[in-house]
């Protein structure tokens, strides 16, 4: 059996970097031997300094790693990123300085022009703009990004849909309060409401989505032309972001191209095998009150978007409503499936 690659989690005390924990637990391919956080965790063993938030349970083979300074030097080159943004741009940025490769699940360098803005069954093209990086950073190191975690849900309805000329999308999320970390929302504001407003995320959502839809032309991406406006909303869901998406397109399709274009995508991981990828990343769902957070969140492990109530729209051509899990396919195993796709086409080593 071919040795594992060492890996290490910035950040990993946090809600992000304990999915990471789990992600990677028995990975085929990766394993963890190097954890970075906080100065209030350094020195401190990961079952004390990790306050453990999840359902399924720490990884006994990290209980008794000690947690080290979330500084490059003794971490292994390939780290993944769960860091915070108000910390991510500094520290990441001396990790690829320092010849690290980053995974990240930050938002700090994902609209940056060299940097891609992975979903590795929507664009893995992108992925040359890594050999940019080091004339436009001086980084002997990589940095390569997945999205925003609702951002992640939209993207990955709306990309089987390109063949049919997406003009103008509209779309309400959902978004689940494991979203926004621990403790997150306070339990007054979030019981039984529902809360209009998620600093900086519209503008995420309406960004991100464009460059993901992008093409590479040389070592430059050209945003989607598609018109986006988002709306987006915290809701008392533990986890799982639903997107309310309306669209036309240059050409109106039938719902049975529509439906087909959903049903049949699938994208280089599917090709490649590789472990964190679903058999089929999207999966339409025919019942009519389906999709649901509490009985589709954890399809293909958390990695599958669901689909479902494809209907006319009178404003647009089509609705329907898409729902991923938003610390697996939004976060942790976005990164993961990055990290497997890199392997896979020759540049983790």
């Known amino acids: 059996m071919a040795r594992k690659l060492e890996v290490g989690v910035l950040g990993a005390t946090g809600m992000v970097g304990q999915q990471f924990a789990l992600q990677l637990q028995d990975h085929p391919w990766f394993e963890i031997t190097w954890l970075g956080a906080s100065q209030r965790s350094e020195g401190k063993r990961y079952d004390e300094a990790a306050p453990w938030r999840l359902a399924r349970p720490m990884p006994d083979a990290l209980r008794s790693l000690i947690v080290e300074a979330a500084e490059p030097g003794r971490a292994p080159q390939i780290v993944f990123s769960g860091l915070d943004s108000s910390v991510a741009g500094q520290i990441e940025g001396a990790f690829a300085a320092a010849g690290h490769i980053v995974i990240s ?7 940056d022009p060299v940097v891609p803005l992975l979903i590795p069954e929507i664009n893995p093209e992108h992925l040359a703009l890594l050999d940019a990086q080091a004339k436009a950073h001086g980084w002997p190191g990589r940095i390569l990004t997945n999205p925003n975690c609702s951002t992640v849900v939209l993207s990955m309805a709306l990309a089987p849909l390109r063949r049919f000329g997406l003009r103008r999308v509209m779309v309400t999320t959902l978004q689940a309060i494991s979203g926004a970390g621990y403790p997150g929302v306070a339990s007054l504001d979030i019981l039984a409401n529902v809360v209009p407003f998620i600093d900086g995320e519209e503008e995420k959502i309406e960004t991100e989505t464009k460059k993901i839809l992008g093409c590479l032309r040389g070592t430059a991406i050209d945003p989607h ?27 109106r399709p039938s719902p049975e191209d529509v439906l087909d274009a959903l049903r049949s995508f699938s994208g ?18 025919p019942e009519r009150n389906r999709p649901q957070p509490a009985l589709d969140v954890e399809r293909g492990g958390g990695m599958t978007v669901s689909v479902g109530r494809l209907r006319p729209c009178p404003l647009f051509d089509y609705k329907f409503v898409a729902l991923g899990h938003n610390t697996v396919r939004g976060a942790a195993g976005a990164a993961v499936l990055n990290a497997e796709l890199l392997k896979a086409e020759g540049r983790l080593g």
């Open 105 to 111: 699940n930050a938002r700090n360098y994902r609209m």
């Open 268 to 285: 280089r991981p599917q090709q490649h095998g590789l472990p964190s990828a679903p058999a089929q990343p999207i999966v339409y769902l």
């Open 225 to 251: 032309e598609v018109v986006l406006s988002a709306q987006t909303t915290r809701v008392p869901v533990a986890n799982g972001h639903t997107a309310m998406i309306s669209v036309a397109f240059d050409e």
